[in-house]
Structure formats: C-alpha cells, structure tokens
C-alpha cells in the first residue's frame, strides 16, 4: 500500500513540474497557491516578452546559440516552436549588436527564473505530499 501511494505521488511531482513549464506559475496554481501563480506568470511572461521586444524573434536560436536557447527553453514548450521557426530561415531572423545581447539576457533570465519556480513548485507538491501521509 506505501508503494502505491508513493508511486501516486511521484506522478503528481511530475505533472506539477511539466505544467509549471508549460505554461509558467501553472504548477503554483495547481497546489492552490492563486496569487503565488500569478506573480510568477505575470513576472516572466512580462520579461520574456520585452527581450523578444527589444531583439525580435531571431534571439531564439538554436543552432547559433545553444547555451542561450538552452536558458531560453525553460520558458515553455512555445520557445521551441519558435526556434524552429527561426531555424528554418536564418537570414531573414538575423539579429545583430547591442539589441541581440539584451534580447538574449532577458529571455534567458526569464527561463532560469522559472526553472526556479519549477523547482520550487514541485519541491512545495513534494513537502505537501509527505505531509499526507505523516
């Protein structure tokens, strides 16, 4: 009976860690933490968004620039798509000076902040889940 509940609760830590990634502060928002949720998504989506303002859509390059995409894809699952988009067509995406390095920082920032939250999220699912069964 322990190993079921174990197992059940490992697959809970999973399903809050892939919806904190796809859609950020969705795992917060699964364990009832509402304003939790939308600080997190309002904090990174805002800073994702203004780094694909100030460098357009080209700073998401994931043949030029693995490290920076590497950082960029803990975003969401939708960085992805558009590193295919722009994979597809690299001359017309190019992006180049100050405007690609701050693209890049913000973008980057954004997806390393939710990692954290990730962590975060299934690390508060972890402790609620061993909590239950004390």
């Not at 600080?39 to 490290?67: C, H, Q, R």
Request: proline letters at 4%; hydrophobic letters at 50%; one cysteine or more.
């Amino acid at each position: 009976m322990a190993q079921r509940s174990e197992a059940n609760n490992v697959f809970f830590l999973i399903i809050v860690g892939i919806l904190a990634w796809i859609v950020p502060g969705a795992g917060h928002y699964m364990l009832k933490e509402k304003k939790r949720a939308i600080i997190i998504f309002t904090t990174i989506v805002l800073t994702f968004i203004i780094g694909l303002y100030i460098g357009s859509i080209g700073i998401i390059n994931p043949v030029d620039a693995k490290a920076w995409y590497l950082a960029q894809i803990m975003n969401s699952p939708m960085v992805a798509a558009l590193g295919h988009l722009t994979s597809m067509d690299p001359e017309k995406y190019r992006v180049f000076g100050r405007p690609n390095e701050i693209g890049q920082y913000y973008t980057s920032i954004a997806g390393l902040l939710n990692l954290l939250c990730i962590i975060n999220a299934v690390y508060l699912a972890h402790l609620r889940g061993t909590k239950a069964e004390v």
